[in-house]
């Protein structure tokens, strides 16, 4: 029997969606949904994902959806996850279908059982290095590697298998027609794990990629990033400024030995990380060995874990510590290191003094806009073709519902100097509980009693909405003009869970 056509809203189960019939939604967060679909001749299972249809006329967000999948077909490697078909629903709501995967994401293991053993880890950051060499292999750069965009799959024996998502924001080599990538000047990521020259909007290269994976690597192995902090500019200036604590002084059981090559690939400056990811990764190999980790070294690891082991522990990278091995954790110290410490080249250094006080004056001023251009709130089931088969007993994710921004979502951090003053927007608010609290970023804009203010802009937002005995929820919308959004909020089943850790106000 044929399905209903496509219409706005949600794919009703029997909605034919190109060739596919839609079986059930999956997840869905501010800027679309993700249904699990069928191929109503072959049987073949996949998932859709599809944009929101206000989000389907923004440009720069159709850009970005259409990046990821030339990025992935670029590729093409078995730890990434694979996106064979785009198109249009009728009502000019853009999709993309893409492989259908069970299992968690790395972040909802780590939030799950803290720490990861070290044997446990390094296969599944090997498996992520060899896609990202593929990518970066043809010119891709992927600059938003996150937990919370590898989804880890197991096999029957229990064997993990990662798969990369999100190549929405991935630099693309001579595609001049990619329209985000082209500005230049502007930082693009998830700002705990971004690098510094990404923070800079400097052009990212793999090298970024390397650093990003440090951080991944150094949460999943301690259970926290390398650098946090109250506001995302303050984590922000970390990235150009702090030196990253060693993970041995956070996990007493871990070798020290693994804390250099880790510290490799979160130097300041990308000449001085490993110069391949696969380099990263046999320094990691070789270190786990050398500490007595049981690991499987192949012939090329070996090779370069030789030439690495020359590396001097405690010379030449200025680390700044108060005395116990643990880095100064305040913006004040902070602010030191990047005038007199050339954590960059020399032609970089006042650069870096510069974005730092300027993040330092936002801070304190409250200025600057963080836009949410892409994906949902960690709080939300990843955007990802993900369904609920377990993975093994001792892997099994731990459901979170919070739904406050965080700075592990990906911003573009705009310069407030550039926009015009006196263009702004009213945003009111229908059906809302009185005083039902707006957030954007992290930040309280107010309630929704009266009308908000914004700057106007072409970029989409995204908003959270919150109340006390009722479930938050956000919406995404473009601020080009005044509007009245439906905010009518549904009652929480049971008491909110407290905010996880990590999570940051802008």
Known sequence: MAGAPASEGTLAEGTKVGDYVVEAAIAEGGFGAVYRVVHPVIGKSAAIKVLKRELSANPEVVSRFITEARAVNQIRHKNIVDIFAFGTLPDGRHYCVMELLGGPTLDQVIKSRGPLPVAEILPIVRQLARALEAAHAVGITHRDLKPENVIVTYDEDGAATPKLLDFGIAKLRDRPDSIHKTRSGIPMGTPLYMSPEQVQGEPADPRSDIYSLGVLVHEAIVGTPPFDGRSVMEVLAAHMTRQPPRMSSLRSDLPPALDEPVLHMLEKDP????????????????????????????????????????????????????????????????????????????????????????????????????????????????????????????????????????????????????????????????????????????????????????????????????????????????????????????????????????????
Do not use: W
């Open 271 to 506: 000449a001085r990380r490993p110069q391949s990811v696969m380099d990263a990764v046999s320094e990691l190999y070789a270190a786990a060995e050398r500490s007595g980790v049981r690991v499987t070294m192949t012939a090329q690891e070996r090779v370069v874990a030789a030439s690495s082991s020359q590396r001097n522990d405690s010379g030449d990278r200025g680390y700044v510590t108060n005395g116990d091995g643990v880095r100064r954790e305040t913006l004040a110290a902070a602010t030191t290191v990047a005038v007199g410490t050339p954590t960059y080249s020399e032609g970089r250094r006042a650069r870096t003094a510069y974005v730092v006080l300027g993040c330092m004056a936002i801070l304190g001023i409250g200025a600057g806009l963080v836009a949410m251009v892409h994906g949902p709130s960690r709080a939300k089931p990843s955007s990802a073709a993900t369904v609920s088969d377990a993975p093994p007993a001792s892997a099994a994710p731990t459901e979170v519902t919070s739904d406050l921004p965080s700075s592990r979502a990906p911003v573009v951090v705009v310069d407030s100097a550039s926009a015009s003053p006196h263009a702004s927007v009213k945003i009111t608010f229908e059906h809302a509980p009185p005083e039902t609290e707006v957030f954007l970023g992290g930040k309280k804009l107010g309630t929704t009693d009266a009308p908000i203010e914004l700057e106007k802009g072409s970029g989409a937002l995204q908003i959270t909405l919150q109340k006390k005995g009722f479930a938050s929820r956000e919406v995404a919308f473009v601020p080009d003009a005044d509007r009245a959004i439906d905010a009518k909020l549904t009652r929480a089943s049971g008491p909110r869970p407290r905010t996880p850790n990590g999570d940051l106000e802008f």
